[in-house]
């Protein structure tokens, strides 16, 4: 089994190597966004400078446009285990989630009902809301447990019915980390006629995506949280792509892929996710690229799950610091919603900045966790997020940390 070269993984990120206030900066914001190895650096630089163009010109960069449109989608079909014509680029997981959204509210009726979840980020929710307003559907919305952030299939059960068309649900929450029961979420809807949308743009660095086993019918990602540049990446099921309405300009194409993809793609980014997938698959072993990304990711999951251990291990001998969401490491990924008791998390954020350890505060866009925990008054919570450039002594700097802060509260 791969296992990972910590140093040689971290050699390959140049920000890694920053510092501030005399240390190494911590960047324990991956939920964020996550840094660049050399490779996408690079691969999106040469984009650039070895002369750039759009598609369909008769001449040498133009070609190379449409190599780099091909590679990037062949690259991403692997990250999702699907096939390239399944994969549409956008300018991130938002506006991709808005334009179909948009197609599919064209497919329902008043009284039609869409069923979003209270863990998922706010690009998971609004733009189904924004939909079903626009057609007479209704949005019914179920909770999760706020005592432990789990996400239970007895709720979606009491709310799915013969009018349900949609579920749209994350496959885990970049607020508390829960990785809910997606494919058993999937195959209710399904069985009460619905489709899923799925939200993987938090489960990307930390999981395998197979978006087919997880019961998708389509699943988002977004390549900046997963080592890659800005761009937003979509996975749907053929059929639905080629039959959906997208919302398009006369000239552009009528079908494949490209029918969804308004104006112009940044062909300098998409050189940067197919160089994203590499890497990542670079860090396993195999016959196929795919093969070599589920190497790499069990390996991830790996380290990550013993660095979520540290973390909640030492969280847990520090008084007046609560720890939201799962408290253990299984169905979790290593990200950590917290409170310093007393300490907005914004003032929590930005001492902790002072010392160079990167975190977030607020709500992360996750509205509907905050709203339900209720903490939302109180600012949101402190975010604590670990990817797999991280290290046990991050751990160890960031539990230091908060011990500092909840002594000097
Ligand atoms: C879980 C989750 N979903 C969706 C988004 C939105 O992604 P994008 O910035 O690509 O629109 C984010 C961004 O933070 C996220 O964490």
């Known amino acids: 089994m791969t296992t990972l070269d910590l140093p040689a993984v971290r050699s390959r990120f140049p920000a890694l190597a920053r510092t501030e206030a005399g240390r190494p900066v911590a960047y324990l914001d991956g939920p964020g ?22 598609l369909g010109g008769p001449f040498t960069a133009s070609r190379e446009a449409e190599t780099v449109v091909e590679a990037a989608r062949a690259a991403a079909a692997d990250f999702v285990a699907g096939r390239p014509e399944e994969v549409v680029f956008g300018q991130n997981m938002t506006s991709l989630t808005f334009a179909v959204s948009r197609a599919l509210a064209r497919t329902w009726r008043p009284g039609d009902e869409v069923v979003v979840t209270r863990l998922d980020h706010d690009a998971n929710v609004t733009p189904w809301r924004r939909a079903a307003a626009e057609c007479g559907a209704e949005v019914r919305v179920v909770d999760f447990d706020p005592s432990d952030g789990t996400l239970e299939v007895s709720r979606l059960e009491a709310v799915l019915g ?16 829960t990785v809910p029961p997606v494919r058993r979420a999937a195959d209710l809807a399904h069985a009460a006629g619905a489709l899923v949308f799925v939200d993987g743009v938090h489960y990307a660095p930390h999981r ?21 540049p800005h761009t937003g990446v979509l996975w749907g099921r053929a059929p639905l792509l080629e039959s959906l309405p997208a919302y398009k300009v006369v000239p552009a194409p009528d079908s494949g892929p490209e029918k969804w993809e308004t104006g112009t793609q940044s062909f300098e980014s998409l050189a940067g996710v197919a160089a994203a997938v590499d890497y990542l698959a670079g860090l396993g072993e195999g016959t196929t690229r795919r093969d070599r990304l589920a190497a790499a990711l069990a390996a991830v999951g790996e380290h990550e799950t013993a660095l979520a251990a540290r973390f909640l291990a030492g969280v847990a001998g520090i008084p007046h610091v609560r720890l939201y969401g799962p408290p253990g490491v299984t169905a979790r990924t290593p990200t950590f919603a917290l409170e310093v008791a007393g300490m907005p998390p914004a003032e929590a954020s930005r001492r902790l900045g002072e010392q160079g350890i990167h975190t977030w505060s607020g709500d ?21 997020g670990f990817v797999h450039y991280n290290t046990a002594e991050e751990v160890d700097r960031a539990l230091e940390a908060l011990a500092g802060l909840a002594g000097e509260r």
């Open 33 to 54: 966004g996550t840094q660049v190895p050399t490779e996408v650096i690079e691969a999106i630089a040469l984009r650039l400078r070895v002369g750039t163009s759009n």
């Open 162 to 177: 013969e009018r349900t068309r949609l579920l749209a649900i994350t496959a885990a929450s970049n607020a508390l980390g």
């Open 208 to 228: 395998l995506i197979d978006a087919a086993a997880l019961g998708a019918d389509f699943l988002a990602c977004s390549a900046y949280k997963f080592f890659g």
């Open 364 to 384: 992360y866009y996750a509205v509907g966790v905050m709203e339900h925990l209720g903490v939302a008054p109180r600012g949101g919570l402190l975010r604590i």
